[in-house]
């Protein structure tokens, strides 16, 4: 059966994606026999489909990825982001069966489990040149046979999108936990740690795991704390610092969060990554917006002043601090994008605090960031003398 035969065969058992701009991409259901909505953006990470798909800040995403080989690896419990597969849906050419040693289940099983759904067969190129044009575009996934096309574009259209949303909600924890030195015996991570002799609370807005290794590694002990979590609490637990992570949606919608940050900035160091960068962005006066296709992957050129020095970058994220809300009386800006400019990191001038809008952690992604990370046990330690 040629490649064309078989859309036709999906064209009649109704899997697609349909956009608020009226565009449709037949596809086959590989995934979750389920229905979803989604804002639909493109990564181009050559590898890590499974932190991708297990990363929270992509709740609520349809993502596609432009690398048209998927699944060959499979999935395993230790390259996972978090407990489950958190984005709305998966778009992508095809994927293939899972042939490595560390594959515990294929990807299409692990999205089927998750509830995931998921449409092989895109032209993932004209999808992903559709969304540099126009910007990220509200979809419907159908693959319930159970909706038109021309039904699921108006499903798109008239979906609220995930703007002024707290999308937080669906990912935190729902208590504290402090995080354990278990991941040590996971592939890749170094046997003997450091001791763990600074106490740090994280603020979980959907933490990825490999923020939290990373935070171990430089000799923090991490009790990770719900998003919403009043200051006091946290204060009250007496913390050498505070971390505010990475989340899925709109900065502006995360309630609670930004009153937290000004109750807990200036009393001791603060540091934060992605929607943590930009709740303290937000906190500190600046604002944020959108961008028009956000930057998802793995190779994101981002020069850090201080230094000069460039670094590629791994990143995901839709919205950013805006450049001309920042009051340089209070931050100074330390990371630049280099492809748009946008502001990638900063410091503030009056109390001890830094973040980053890349991911350091990567997974996926390059590693050339990692020392934020030693820079965060730095501006903890300089505190204290
Ligand atoms: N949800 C935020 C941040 C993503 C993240 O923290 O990874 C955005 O899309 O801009």
Redo the contacts with the bound molecule.
């Keep these: 059966m040629t490649l064309q035969e078989k859309w036709k065969i999906q064209r009649e058992r109704k899997a697609f994606l349909a956009l608020a701009d009226g565009s449709i991409f037949y596809g086959y259901s590989m995934g979750a026999p389920v229905d979803s909505f989604g804002e639909v953006v493109f990564n181009t990470s050559l590898s890590g489909y499974e932190e991708i798909l297990s990363?929270?800040?992509?709740a609520g995403?349809f993502v596609t990825l432009t690398e048209t080989e998927i699944g060959n690896v499979g999935v395993n419990s230790a390259d996972m982001e978090s407990e489950k597969f958190q984005a709305a849906g998966l778009l992508v050419q095809q994927i293939n069966a899972d042939s490595n040693w560390r594959s515990e289940e294929s990807l299409v099983n692990a999205l089927k489990r998750f509830g995931i759904p998921a449409l092989a067969g895109i032209d993932t190129r004209a999808l992903t040149l559709l969304l540099r044009e126009k910007g990220t575009v509200k979809g419907f996934i159908c693959t319930s046979g159970k909706v038109t096309p021309e039904e699921g574009v108006a499903k798109a259209k008239a979906w609220n999108g995930?703007d002024g949303i707290d999308?937080v909600e669906s990912v935190t924890c729902k208590k504290p936990y402090e995080f354990s030195d278990d991941f040590a015996s996971d592939f890749g991570m170094p046997k003997e740690l450091p001791p763990a002799d600074l106490k740090l609370v994280a603020y979980d807005?959907?933490i990825?795991k490999n923020i939290l290794r990373n935070l171990r590694m430089q000799g923090f002990r991490v009790t990770v704390v719900p998003a919403y979590t009043p200051a006091n609490d946290v204060l009250a637990m007496k913390p050498d610092a505070v971390f505010f992570?990475?989340?899925?949606?709109?900065?502006a919608g995360v309630r609670d969060a930004v009153q937290n940050a000004k109750a807990i900035l200036g009393k001791v160091p603060v540091m934060g990554?992605?929607?943590?960068?930009?709740i303290l962005g937000l906190a500190n006066g600046a604002q944020?917006g959108?961008?028009k296709f956000?930057h998802h992957g793995g190779n994101h050129p981002v020069k850090f002043l201080d230094t000069g020095r460039v670094m590629v970058t791994s990143?995901?994220?839709?919205?950013?601090v805006l450049e001309n809300s920042i009051d340089s009386e209070i931050l100074e800006v330390t990371h630049v994008n280099l492809n748009d400019q946008s502001i990638e990191g900063f410091r503030s001038k009056k109390v001890p605090m830094i973040a980053v809008?890349f991911?350091p952690e990567a997974a996926p992604g390059p590693h050339d960031s990692n020392p934020f990370f030693a820079e965060c046990r730095k501006l903890v330690l300089e505190n204290k003398r």
């Design positions: 990363d929270p800040s992509y995403q995930l999308m807005f959907g990825k992570s990475n989340g899925p949606g709109d900065p990554i992605c929607l943590g960068h930009q944020t959108r961008l956000g990143q995901n994220h839709n919205f950013a809008q991911h």
